[in-house]
């Protein structure tokens, strides 16, 4: 069944590039993206795997682990590397997960049979530190995933967490939010002094510090 936003991913142990892990253990309170790709050694996957080790920093910044998953065996997995920092010019630091047997893929979902009965899908799951699934997205084979998105979401999901508040379209760190419907304006005078009234249902203030 569909893992929905809200709902607790399921732990798993799987053997990774770095070692077997408790999937809930290795995450210890994180906020974690998992990501799943078709194929070792396609082209679209070799530059997205690239991609996310170049941008390991940011994601650490966020307080968040980032782990691969396909349905290649590990050696394969260890061999593709070299590829990897071939093309990208990065080393693969990140795990992937081995599931040759598709223990994960089917588990979370990950592959679509009218997309491909064998090769995952480029699923995301973006999962906070309460083990509870934030975001989704589900992306074709054809298509690569943009990874800063991914790290916008992330800034959202870390934000809207902790104030309330929500994020307009293509917004980015720094730039004003919406305050939820649900602060009463006399709340929202308190905690958002100075908010602009665009309409009654919306209301905007600047990026909440802290
Ligand atoms: C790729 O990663 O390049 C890819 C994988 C499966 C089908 C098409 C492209």
């Given amino acids: 069944m ?31 993206v998992l990501f799943s790709h078709p194929r070792d050694f396609t082209p679209v996957c070799t530059t997205e795997l690239g ?4 941008l390991k920093p940011e994601f650490e910044k966020r ?27 990065a080393q693969v630091n990140f795990p992937m997960i081995g599931d040759p047997d598709k223990k994960v893929a089917d588990m979370y979902d990950m592959i679509h049979p009218n997309a491909s009965d064998t090769a995952t899908v480029r699923s995301v799951f973006i999962i906070g530190p309460d083990n509870k699934l934030k975001l989704t997205l589900t992306y074709p084979a054809s298509t690569g995933r943009n990874f800063f998105e991914i790290l916008r979401a992330i800034d959202s999901l870390q934000l809207t967490a902790k104030h ?5 379209a ?18 929202a005078k308190k905690r958002f002094p100075g908010y602009v009234t665009k309409k009654p249902y919306l209301r905007t203030t600047p990026h909440p510090q802290g």
Avoid at 8 to 32: C, L
Avoid at 164 to 168: F, H, L, S, Y
Avoid at 173 to 178: A, N, Q, S, T, Y
């Fill in 2 to 32: 569909a893992i929905r936003l809200g709902d607790e991913v399921p732990n798993f142990s799987a053997d990774t590039t770095e070692g077997r892990i408790d999937f809930h253990q290795w995450k210890a309170g994180k906020w974690a």
């Fill in 51 to 54: 991609a996310v080790a170049k």
């Fill in 63 to 89: 307080n968040t682990r980032v782990i691969g998953l396909s349905v290649d065996p590990l050696d394969a997995h260890e061999r593709w590397v070299q590829d990897i920092k071939d093309v990208t010019g």
């Fill in 164 to 168: 309330q508040v929500a994020t307009p």
């Fill in 170 to 187: 293509d917004w980015q760190p720094g730039e004003d939010v919406i305050i939820v419907p649900a602060v009463s304006d006399e709340d």
